[in-house]
């Protein structure tokens, strides 16, 4: 399966979601003549602001193909309480998330053991446990 991740930027990359879908619909027919062996899916990229955490309320679209999966990417220079706060508002609305090009964060590149870090967090609330709490 290939999942397609067109970039999703408040201000800048906002093709409405009903274009997006034709646009992928005419590209997913079009690929079943080439390769009628991939299946293909509908994600989008997200890069990070202050303002997703609205957009993800108003709009289910943003997921991974209608999942609770959504791919985030983030500024080079993102300094890590950012990085990890919006990891844990974004899972506090209940989605996971999918750190796009985590090897381009300096935060992440002076100390790789943020990355771990970052993964124990993730992992944690997939098993149920978050806040220090577990369910499992």
């Keep these: 399966k290939i999942v397609a991740t067109p970039h999703y930027h408040p201000g800048k990359c906002t093709m409405g979601y009903e274009q997006l879908r034709r646009n992928f619909e005419l590209f997913k027919e079009q690929m079943k003549d080439v390769c009628p062996e991939i299946e293909l899916a509908l994600g989008r990229e997200i890069y990070y602001t202050s303002d997703i ?26 300094e890590y309480s950012y990085l990890r706060t919006s990891i844990s508002n974004v899972m506090q609305m209940g989605y996971t998330p999918v750190i796009a090009h985590i090897e381009r964060y300096m935060c992440v590149l002076e100390d790789w053991k943020l990355a771990l870090e970052l993964k124990k967090t993730v992992k ?3 098993r149920g446990c978050y806040r220090n709490r577990c369910t499992q």
């Design 124 to 126: 944690r609330r997939n």
């Design 53 to 78: 955490l609205d957009d993800l309320e108003a709009q289910a679209h943003l997921t991974m193909e209608d999942s609770k999966y959504i791919l985030i990417e983030y500024h080079p220079t993102v």
